[in-house]
């Protein structure tokens, strides 16, 4: 819910034109729903340009169950083949957990759970975990009340994902979506991350006809890949292009996530100051007036 914090109005009449141009807008909190806060350590600047919650989807796991300045709902590692991505590049350092069979899946995913991970993510491109220890992996994260994200950048992985129950895109696909696939992830949800990937049209395209679909688009950067520490205005033009107005890119970067992820902001000590309404004019959470947090 929004609120005008200085409407201008009162008995003495209307407002003058000054008085009115200083009214703001309460709205809640920016969500990066893709972020790898270990691997880019940026969480204080995040807070400060508005983005008070995100989706970490893959740290070592002696990361999780930290404090940080925003809000984080981790996974820790990620689940993949032993020297598959992310361990043969930028992860190496404990960003994934390789496994070979169910045994391994299930108990990996019960101690992340015990340790506070709030999502699961599996890693199924690049020599990611073998498709056959998808449906183990959902069973468990499941059994834990935990949703599952993965990362799957081909039609095919995509489909293999949707067919085993798995919940969440953690980006938009980059080589093109059969009709069939997007059919598949109708009513489960997709974190854009568009800009990450270089904004292809093929990228972009995907993401319209998933939305089309009935897919929730959640906003994400990819933080770490992406080095934005605010909103990314690149990300916000991308998602413009796949055919979202001024309200619902801002739907997905605020109120779809809040309610996506069962995050809690007290609106009346958590929110930001906007010079204008954002579902008019969505560049306005880009430069919030000012970042009011409990």
Not at 42 to 57: K, Q, R, S
Not at 141 to 161: K, P
Request: hydrophobic share 45%; proline share 6%; aromatic share 4%.
């Amino acid at each position: 819910m929004i609120g005008v914090a200085a409407c201008g109005c009162g008995a003495q009449g209307p407002a003058s034109p000054d008085r009115a141009a200083a009214a703001t807008v309460q709205w809640p909190p920016i969500v990066d729903s893709h972020v790898h806060l270990a691997y880019f350590p940026v969480a204080n600047e995040l807070a400060a340009h508005g983005v008070l919650a995100v989706v970490d989807l893959a740290a070592p796991e002696r990361t999780l169950g930290g404090t940080h300045p925003v809000s984080v709902i981790a996974a820790g590692p990620m689940l993949t083949h032993p020297g598959g991505y992310p361990l043969d590049a930028w992860g190496e350092d404990g960003y994934g957990v390789g496994c070979v069979d169910d045994v391994c899946v299930r108990n990996t995913i019960d101690r992340l759970a015990s340790e506070g991970a709030g999502v699961i993510k599996l890693a199924l491109d690049d020599d990611g975990l073998d498709p056959a220890l998808i449906p183990a992996a959902v069973a468990a994260a499941h059994a834990h009340h935990l949703r599952v994200a993965v990362h799957a950048l081909t039609s095919a992985s995509a489909a293999r994902a949707a067919a085993a129950g798995v919940d969440i895109l953690a980006h938009t696909p980059v080589e093109p979506l059969g009709d069939e696939t997007v059919a598949a992830w109708r009513g489960r949800a997709v974190i854009s991350t568009l800009a990450a990937f270089g904004g292809s049209a093929t990228a972009v395209d995907n993401l319209r006809r998933l939305r089309a679909a009935g897919v929730t688009v959640l906003y994400g950067t990819d933080l770490g890949n992406l080095r934005a520490t605010g909103a990314s205005p690149d990300e916000i033009d991308l998602l413009r292009e796949a055919g979202l107005d001024d309200a619902a890119i801002t739907d997905a970067m605020t109120t779809a996530p809040i309610a996506y992820w069962g995050l809690h902001f007290d609106p009346g000590t958590t929110y930001l100051e906007l010079a204008g309404d954002p579902r008019r004019d969505v560049r306005v959470l880009l430069h919030p007036r000012r970042v009011v947090r409990n």
